[in-house]
């Protein structure tokens, strides 16, 4: 390479393109092939995020980190692993939201938090970290996706009080 930004900047490309195999396996049900496109994705963009100087190009980077970690999270069958691996993404996702708040990143970060929280068993946490991404980020596209997880959430809470107040009432009677 003719300078060192080419080199990470192609760190970074085959990196994503690996990211990209691993989800088209997944969605093949080729796990085995898709944890190896996600290990080798993240043994390259580790490696990037070594060698860039660039805070443009860091936040990137740590951004499809953490993708990577979440993906690999979900693959996982032992849900001790796959509960690791989302505290994993959510440490990730969390630094990128403190270190790059600025960075186009930091609100597909914060939306990331919430799913990982979610997808944790912890819906409440999740969200306020949706909520915080409606604060924060209040022109995001992901708000849409956001208030519509929200939504859904607080419907299917409401339809469990109804059903328990009913139940309650079935006793009284």
């Known amino acids: 390479f003719k300078d060192a930004t080419m080199a990470v900047q192609t760190q ?16 093949l049900k080729e796990e085995s ?9 993240r043994k390259l963009m580790e490696e990037a995020l070594r060698a860039s100087p660039d805070a443009a190009l860091r936040a ?4 499809l980190l953490a993708n990577l970690t979440f993906e690999f999270a979900q693959l996982a069958e032992n849900e001790d692993i796959k509960k690791q691996g989302f505290q994993e993404a959510l440490s990730r996702f969390n630094d990128l939201v403190g ?8 609100a597909k970060s914060q939306f990331k938090k919430a799913l990982c929280l979610e997808k ?3 819906m409440d946490q999740a969200c306020e970290e949706y909520v915080k991404l409606s604060y924060r980020y209040p022109d995001n596209e992901l708000v849409a ?6 939504g859904q959430y607080f419907m299917l809470k409401g ?6 107040a009913k139940a309650k009432a079935d006793e009284a009677k």
């Open 12 to 27: 970074f490309t085959i990196a994503e393109a690996y990211f990209e195999l691993a989800k088209k396996h997944r969605q």
């Open 33 to 41: 092939l898709a944890r190896r496109e996600l290990g080798q994705g």
């Open 60 to 63: 990137q980077g740590e951004y």
């Open 99 to 106: 270190s790059y708040p600025d960075s186009p990143y930091a």
């Open 120 to 122: 944790m068993g912890q």
């Open 145 to 150: 996706e956001t208030i519509a997880r929200l």
């Open 159 to 164: 339809r469990e009080f109804t059903e328990k």
